[in-house]
């Protein structure tokens, strides 16, 4: 089994920048993709961004070029830099892990005030 951990949420003020971490642990055998996806309340869940074993970013379109995401693959960890946050990014968000099954982390909060 692979348990994922995030951090870095938190409050910030409109246009300033976040770094959200992921760690997955556990029963590790090959992860293959991992990525960020976030949920407002009221809204569905959407793709952030997701990075594969080989590099390849791809990011949602609420990213705008914003976001950056990167990879530490020896140490299974994931990382998000959010630059000029706006209050839309408003939510909670997600770390995924994908090996033959995916993997959620419970989730970090992210609240950007204007």
């Known amino acids: 089994q692979v348990q994922l951990v995030e951090s870095g949420g938190g409050l910030v003020q409109a246009g300033g920048s976040l770094r959200l971490s992921c760690a997955a642990s556990?029963?590790?055998?090959?992860?293959?993709?991992m990525g960020w996806y976030r949920q407002a309340p009221g809204k569905q869940r959407e793709l952030v961004a997701r990075?594969?074993?080989?590099?390849?970013?791809n990011y949602g379109d609420s990213a705008k070029g914003r976001f950056s995401i990167s990879r530490g693959t020896a140490k299974n960890t994931v990382y998000l830099q959010m630059n000029n946050l706006k209050p839309e990014d408003t939510a909670v968000y997600y770390c995924?892990?994908?090996?033959?099954?995916?993997?959620w982390g419970p989730g970090t909060q992210v609240t950007v005030s204007s």
């Open positions: 556990g029963n590790i055998f090959k992860i293959n993709a």
């Open positions: 990075i594969t074993s080989g590099g390849s970013p």
């Open positions: 995924k892990a994908e090996e033959i099954t995916s993997y």
